[in-house]
């Protein structure tokens, strides 16, 4: 006996590309893709994509995350400068995407007026009058 499963795939097996879009509704072009996927892979798996390479090793960030820990208010050149001086890594724009990678989204405090209860006093009154 056999399943629905197998007599379907008996009757791909000698079709052509063309005849096999037609008789499942789908594009020429996913059944091409499909079939050299499946020649050159054996399966029509997604593959996992690329990992880049990290020019930093281990060590590095390690001292990059200490250098950051130890003065937080640096900016990413002078990070870079600090670890090149000490370690000898030829880093630019790494400090900045390392720093991401390890959750450190330094930005600056943005700067609130000093609100006393004198200044709070008048803010309330000059609302009060200004009101529509």
């Known amino acids: 006996m056999q399943t629905a499963s197998t007599n379907s795939f008996e009757r791909l097996c000698n079709k052509s590309i063309r005849g096999i879009s037609l008789l499942l509704n789908i594009p020429r072009s996913t059944v091409s893709?499909?079939?050299t996927k499946w020649k050159q892979l054996g399966t029509i798996a997604t593959q996992p994509q690329s990992v880049r390479i990290h020019k930093m090793a281990e060590r590095g960030q390690l001292m990059l995350k200490r250098t950051v820990h130890r003065?937080?208010?640096?900016h990413a050149e002078s990070i870079?400068?600090?670890?090149?001086i000490s370690?000898?890594?030829?880093?630019?724009?790494?400090?900045r995407r390392e720093l991401h990678g390890m959750d450190f989204h330094?930005?600056?405090?943005?700067t609130k007026p000093h609100i006393t209860k004198c200044n709070a006093k008048h803010w309330i009154q000059w609302r009060k009058a200004?009101?529509?």
Do not use: E, P, Y
């Open 71 to 74: 003065s937080c208010q640096l």
């Open 80 to 84: 870079a400068k600090d670890i090149q």
């Open 130 to 132: 200004h009101r529509h």
């Open 87 to 95: 370690c000898g890594l030829q880093i630019s724009t790494t400090v």
């Open 33 to 35: 893709g499909n079939m």
């Open 106 to 110: 330094g930005q600056a405090a943005a």
